[in-house]
């Protein structure tokens, strides 16, 4: 009976070490994967939403939906980083909540309906207009370097909510 204890022991403790490290490696992927949802999806479609802004600024709105359309590209990836955060359970309360306020600033300008481009009016585009000079401040705008960090990312998301926020009290 003693040799067999002798011999559970070690198997058990590293039964044990394995499961803790297949359970540390799946919540790392998860993290990970929540974090590209994030940075490819959110962070890289606001970079680009200033860029097209900018260039249908310098063409004279030749093309308007195109800041509409990446607009709801913005919009729809937010949605999923905070739907994917909440079902793996990766996303803070707080970053959530700052998530959540930025989704609901940029849900009021004006966007794509089903099916439908929107119509832009002059004061529209100087309302993205606006926006594009709040992305390039909280750090998102074209030939600016970005950071692949969540925190960082979470921070400009602040920035930029809150500097849309102080324009439209």
């Known amino acids: 009976?003693?040799?067999?204890?002798?011999?559970?022991?070690?198997?058990?403790?590293g039964l044990n070490m394995l499961l803790i490290a297949v359970i540390a490696w799946g919540y790392i992927k998860m993290n990970f994967v929540n974090e590209q949802i994030l940075?490819?999806?959110?962070?890289?479609n606001?970079?680009?939403?200033?860029?097209?802004?900018?260039?249908?600024?310098?063409?004279?709105?030749?093309?308007?939906?195109?800041?509409?359309?990446?607009?709801?590209?913005?919009?729809n990836g937010i949605w999923l980083g905070i739907t994917t955060g909440e079902k793996l359970g990766t996303l803070s309360s707080s970053d959530k909540e700052i998530l959540n306020h930025l989704y609901n600033k940029l849900n009021?300008?004006?966007?794509d309906e089903l099916y439908r481009?929107?119509?832009?009016?002059?004061e529209d585009k100087e309302i993205f207009e606006e926006?594009?000079?709040?992305?390039r401040n909280a750090g998102l705008g074209m030939n600016i370097q970005v950071s692949g960090n969540m925190k960082y990312f979470i921070n400009q998301a602040d920035k930029l909510e809150k500097s849309i926020k102080a324009l439209y009290k």
């Not at 940075?39 to 890289?44: F, G, L, T």
């Open 1 to 13: 009976m003693s040799e067999k204890r002798k011999l559970l022991l070690p198997i058990s403790i």
């Open 46 to 75: 606001l970079v680009e939403l200033e860029g097209v802004i900018a260039n249908q600024s310098e063409d004279n709105w030749s093309t308007p939906n195109l800041v509409t359309t990446e607009l709801g590209d913005v919009l």
């Open 39 to 44: 940075h490819r999806e959110v962070q890289q």
């Open 131 to 135: 926006l594009r000079e709040n992305l």
């Open 108 to 111: 009021q300008y004006p966007k």
């Open 117 to 122: 481009f929107s119509d832009l009016t002059e």
